[in-house]
Nanobody, 119 residues
């Protein structure tokens, strides 16, 4: 079955940390650049972090640079997002997908995992 399942979200206080996980199945995970996206309340979905297929390169949106780290394990196969020094603006539903939404065509969005940060 082709799917992505996100987990690891929760309710945390500002300054705390969380690690999100995404389990992939049913497709050739190791061939794809993967990414984490998020959609906050009344906001559009935005790209947060990207990691190439071999994990040789990563990039981040400016607001999370220095705080978030994306990684992957092509054997399991899983992709992770370590989030440190969380801020209220990080509150969102977090999703993993390839770095090109809608590609591959057979890969739907998962349910996401909710991250709520309070101060």
């Amino acid at each position: 079955q082709v799917q992505l399942v996100e987990s690891g979200g929760g309710l945390v206080q500002s300054g705390e940390s969380l690690t999100l996980s995404c389990t992939a199945s049913g497709f050739n995970f190791s061939s794809y650049t993967m990414a984490w996206y998020r959609q906050g309340p009344r906001k559009e979905r935005e790209l947060v972090a990207v990691i190439t297929s071999s994990a040789g390169s990563t990039r981040y949106t400016d607001s999370v640079k220095g705080r978030f780290t994306i990684s992957r394990d092509n054997v399991k196969p899983m992709v992770y997002l370590q989030m440190n020094n969380l801020k209220r603006d990080d509150t969102a539903v977090y999703y993993c997908h390839t770095d090109t939404p809608g590609f591959p065509w057979f890969l739907s969005w998962g349910q996401g995992t909710q991250v709520t940060v309070f101060s």
